[in-house]
């Protein structure tokens, strides 16, 4: 198709230094699942691949203090089996396990995934209600960024040439929460691009008041977005159908201010509304759900 | 049941499948030749144009690139088209559609060729351009074709059904409307083509037609019949889209200029620009019914958008109509339909040609009615459905082998059950379940026009039998059926009869593998020619034994007395004395199902020999809050005559309601949007709900071993049945396919399904 050299370091150190001396031609390699498919459309304008995907340095998962980190080079299925993601950050596993196909999978990685800026990547969300941010290396130096700051919009990755990333840190979730989930709507149930998703962690108290709450929204805004009327509108009341979708509504609303009237609101806002009450269903007194004791 | 058949009702490994499994069959994309040329094409990407030049002088200068051909190097009649010769293999005045070929490249490189298309000129004056077939039909719209725009109307009409609706206790009239639908098959089209050394042009293609793609080629390039060669290789799936020339009218013309080996394959996004859809349907349907829900009468107005070509669509034009009662009776008729030229894709055939559009129109009516007379939705089907002696719109009496009673009456204790049990389990916040029917008959063949099929058995001198045909094994698996037809009347097992498919030079036409037709009419053909062969060497055997040929059997490659003494004679022996009498050792099957013209004015006749039935049932659930769809379960009873490999059959069964589920929820082809299989939706593995597959045998007396057809049957019941369930679920309708995540949330939304509970 056409004549792209690659370039396989040996060690993270190798492949900075490669990347602060051509950077600027070069695009990173890691799971390939969404490189391969600007290559095969004809829109992946570089000299260069540099392929990270066996980077043992970006293969970690591991709690280090009070902190959870996931390497950038963990692929979804080494998500979905990992022990310690499930225990500490499992709205994540459940993206994961979702995540396209199994072939998809076997190769796509989270850091990939976060780079895309996608508007539509299913581990956006999940990172999000555990205050995640990138630890991002460059041949001088090593910085931390947010996920909405990574993003300068869709599919515009505001990283330098140079720089690449090597982790995650996340918050791990704690026993205390009552409920974590991830949930997506797609136009089939596996290989489709996520037209709506969300993920949430929640703490109920004994009368079902809600004393913690971390809630994100997916492939609706154009770049990652922390919705922080949602959380302080829930926090510290006893939710109801009805207030769930009274949240869900302006959710829905806060989407549409963001985005603009697209043809897609007319299906997104009522969904958006929809998936928000599904998702929280479980923290309503009738939905028989028991909190914690 | 007891199956007294040693081949047929078995399901034999499928011949080719340890090949297949093991990755042996070469696929038209990896013909081993001689540095072939590469061939790619110039596709026009406007909707409607006059051709004002072409420009190739600086595409020539290209290194790699060995020649370029427009409309001009045509040797033969620039034209092709099963039915209608209104596609040329290479535009020459003007373009009517985004994928026209406007030129061909042969060049040495892919990249060499495809440089080769940015740098054809071509000047063009754009027309004014039409996309709906209601704008093709206005009295001032361009003219796409000089004939005009609409290409072909089929009119059935029977009784008086404007004075008997007026007697009915209940008439539902409502339009219902389904999108452009791509075939997806796992094996884009692909082909390769050399010179052989007698200077005939050997072309293999996957191709679900042989036979055709032979005359065509042969008339578009001049040639004299026996110049060109097409070779069916193994083929990924074709649903219709393989029965059109794709790739081997361009194969063909470079050999003819170039005389040197070529390969052309197209890419996924070539396929789905390039080749046929579905023909998106706007069914008007009005029924009448009695109090006791019986029908009297049905008005249908049916407009086929066939696109920029006619391909199949007049067929699609005269089956839908055919097919607008439903598998019931219905006295009075006044059905139009009408097949229209636009600038869109061409549309051609798609496994069902017209009945799966259809069915959504008439399962849907039967729904309507049965709501307002307040019959239960399967008994009012039952009440209805056409049964032996039973007159069709066409005014043909049936008179054996009519199973849509027997597949009905299957589906009741599951249907019992998922009313009573399934509905009330597990209640689901906002989830709403739904329970939906769907029924279908289909014709067998081609549609009151002639359609047969020939087949050949040959024994060789030391008693080996080979049957050659001409039908194409798809993958849908009619190369086993056909050996086991002919095995069974023979006497071996279908693994020791040697196979000739599917080459033109070898074989006789079996005909287009479409239609559901090869099982019952080639199965025929096979039947006919192994009989012959039987009785042949029974005959020489009761000579030789000097016993009665009714005292005869063959068994195990001998001719055995049926009494079961060890006198016998083994089929070798047989045929060194057919020899020396100078008999010819191979016998030939004709069979051309029994039908007659419809008549143009009132569509009577008789279009079919037999028809297969079915009825489909499913369970669902809706989320009303996003508008998914979860399809649990489908049940899927279907009258087949006699399964002659019941796994194929289980296979169809299975494949199709997959297909139908695609077809209901979630496949619609935009051009220039859903380009390729990213885009462009169809079911996967994780979609799938549990399949109950239900066979009925109601026995076709004038099939091979009293077998009809499948393959076309098993997709047409899903889609209706998951429209009807969704309605149960939420208490209106879609009319428009798919049911798409918006479409349902909508309905939710407006049936007050959506939106809080609590007081």
């Known amino acids: 198709m056409s004549d792209i050299e690659y370039y396989r370091p040996h060690d993270l150190d190798e492949a900075v230094t490669f990347l602060a001396r051509n950077g600027a031609t070069t695009r990173i390699l890691a799971g ?262 | 049941m007891t199956n ?62 060995v020649a370029i051909f427009t409309a001009k190097d045509i040797p033969g009649k620039n034209a092709h088209g099963i039915i209608n010769k209104d596609q040329p293999l290479l535009m020459g005045d003007k373009v009517r559609s985004l994928s026209d070929p406007v030129a061909l490249v042969a060049a040495k490189t892919d990249t060499a060729a495809r440089k080769a298309l940015d740098r054809i000129k071509v000047d063009y004056d754009d027309l004014p351009a039409v996309f709906t077939p209601e704008d093709a039909m206005a009295p001032d719209a361009p003219a796409i074709h000089d004939k005009g725009n609409i290409l072909f109307t089929r009119k059935i009409k029977r009784g008086d059904p404007e004075t008997a609706f007026k007697a ?49 080629v042969v008339s578009i390039l001049g040639l004299e019949k026996d110049r060109v060669r097409i070779i069916q290789t193994a083929t990924g799936g074709g649903f219709g889209s393989k029965l059109d020339l794709n790739v081997q009218g361009f194969i063909g013309l470079a050999l003819y200029h170039l005389k040197q080996p070529v390969r052309m394959i197209y890419s996924r996004e070539e396929s789905f620009l390039a080749t046929a859809k579905r023909h998106p349907l706007t069914m008007t349907l009005k029924t009448g019914a009695d109090k006791q829900g019986r029908l009297i009468a049905t008005r249908a107005t049916i407009i086929c958008d066939t696109g920029a070509y006619a391909s199949y669509g007049i067929p699609v034009a005269s089956r839908s109509a055919v097919h607008a009662t439903g598998p019931y009776e219905i006295e009075h008729v006044d059905i139009e339909s009408h097949c229209v030229y636009t600038n869109n894709p061409f549309s051609g055939a798609m496994r069902g040609f017209g009945t799966p559009q259809m069915a959504i129109a008439h399962e849907s009516q039967m729904d309507l009615i049965a709501a307002q007379l307040d019959i239960d939705p399967l008994e009012i089907r039952k009440i209805n459905a056409l049964s032996v002696g039973s007159v069709t719109s066409t005014g043909q009496k049936l008179t054996a082998s009519v199973g849509i009673g027997e597949c009905l009456d299957r589906l009741g204790p599951y249907y019992e059950q998922a009313r009573n049990e399934w509905l009330k389990e597990g209640d689901i916040p906002y989830r709403k379940k739904g329970i939906g029917i769907g029924g279908m008959w289909y014709g067998i063949g081609n549609t009151g026009t002639k359609n047969p099929s020939t087949a050949k058995i040959k024994l060789t001198p030391d008693g080996r039998l080979t049957l050659y045909t ?206 390729s299989l990213k885009d462009y939706h169809v079911p996967t593995c994780a979609d799938l709900p549990d399949i109950v597959p239900i066979i009925v045998e109601a026995p076709e007396p004038t099939g091979p071993f009293g077998a009809k057809g499948v393959g076309e049957p098993a997709l047409i019941p899903t889609a209706p049945a998951v429209i009807n369930a969704l309605a149960h679920a939420l208490g209106k309708r879609i009319y428009q396919l798919p049911a798409s995540l918006e479409k349902v949330l909508a309905v939710s939304i407006e049936t007050g399904h959506y939106g809080p509970k609590e007081a």
């Open chain 2, 168 to 216: 009915c206790a209940v008439v539902v009239e409502k339009t219902y409307r389904t999108t452009r639908i791509e075939h997806a098959f796992l094996e884009p089209d692909a082909g390769a083509g050399y010179v052989d050394d007698d200077g005939t042009l050997v072309i293999f293609a996957s191709t679900q037609n042989p036979h055709y793609d032979h005359q065509a």
């Open chain 2, 4 to 65: 007294h058949y040693k081949q047929v009702g078995h399901s034999i490994p499928k011949i080719g499948i340890t090949e297949r499994l093991t990755g042996a069959p070469v696929f038209s994309a990896d013909i081993n030749l001689r540095n072939p040329l590469i061939l790619r094409v110039l596709r026009s990407r406007r909707h409607h144009a006059r051709i004002r030049s072409i420009d190739t002088t600086a595409a020539r200068t290209i290194d790699g690139v």
């Open chain 2, 470 to 675: 001409g039908a194409a094994d798809i993958g849908q698996g009619s190369s086993t059926v056909l050996a086991q037809i002919a095995a069974e009347v023979l006497g071996i097992t279908a693994e020791s009869l040697h196979l000739v498919v599917a080459d033109t030079q070898r074989t006789t036409s079996a005909g287009a593998t479409s239609a559901s037709r090869q099982t019952y009419i080639s199965g025929n053909a096979v039947h006919i020619a192994a009989t012959a062969c039987a009785s042949a060497l029974i005959a020489e055997a009761a000579a030789l034994l000097d016993l009665p040929a009714s005292a005869l059997v063959l068994s195990d490659g001998n001719v055995i007395e049926a009494a079961g003494s060890t006198r016998r004679v083994d089929f070798a022996r047989l045929a060194s004395r057919l020899l020396e009498k100078k008999k010819p050792l191979e016998w030939h099957g004709v069979f051309d199902p029994d039908t007659t013209a419809l008549d143009p004015e009132t569509g009577q006749g008789v279009p079919y020999a037999t028809y297969a039935y079915a009825a489909q049932l499913v369970l669902l659930s809706v989320d009303t809050l996003t508008g998914e769809v979860f399809v649990e379960k489908v049940f899927a009873a279907h009258d087949v005559g006699k399964a002659i490999h019941p796994e194929n059959v289980i296979g169809q069964i299975c494949g199709g309601v997959v297909m139908g589920l695609g077809f209901a929820l979630m496949e619609e082809y935009t051009p220039e949007e859903t380009d």
């Open chain 1, 32 to 293: 390939g699942t969404d490189l391969m498919i600007d290559r095969r459309a004809g829109t992946l304008n570089t000299d260069c691949l540099c392929d990270v995907s066996r980077l043992v340095e970006l293969k970690r998962i591991e709690i280090i203090d009070d902190r959870l980190e996931i390497g950038a080079g963990v692929t979804m299925n080494e998500i979905v089996h990992s022990e310690t993601i499930a225990r500490f950050a499992p709205a994540l596993k459940i993206a994961a396990s979702q995540f396209a196909g199994n072939q998809i999978r076997n190769v796509a990685t989270l850091g990939g995934n976060v780079a895309h800026c996608s508007p539509c990547g299913d581990t956006v969300p999940p990172l999000l209600i555990h205050d995640a941010t990138a630890m991002v290396r460059s041949r001088s130096d090593e910085r931390a960024v947010s996920l909405a700051d990574m993003a300068g919009g869709p599919y515009h990755c505001t990283l330098g040439p140079s720089e690449l990333i090597t982790r995650f840190v996340l918050k791990p979730m704690t026993a205390e929460m009552t409920l974590t989930d991830f949930q997506k709507i797609g136009r089939r149930r596996a290989l489709a691009i996520s037209r709506l998703s969300m993920a949430v962690m929640a703490r109920q108290e004994k009368d079902r008041s809600i004393a913690f709450i971390r809630f994100a929204l997916g492939a609706c805004t154009p770049t990652p977005h922390h919705f922080e009327a949602v959380e302080s509108t829930l926090l510290g009341k006893i939710p109801t159908e009805t207030l769930l979708w009274d949240v869900g509504g302006k959710l829905a609303r806060q989407m549409r201010v963001i985005t603009g009237r697209r043809p897609s609101a007319v299906y997104k806002e009522p969904a958006i509304a929809g998936l928000f009450v599904r998702i929280l269903y479980p923290l309503v007194a009738s939905s028989g759900k028991p909190v914690a004791p």
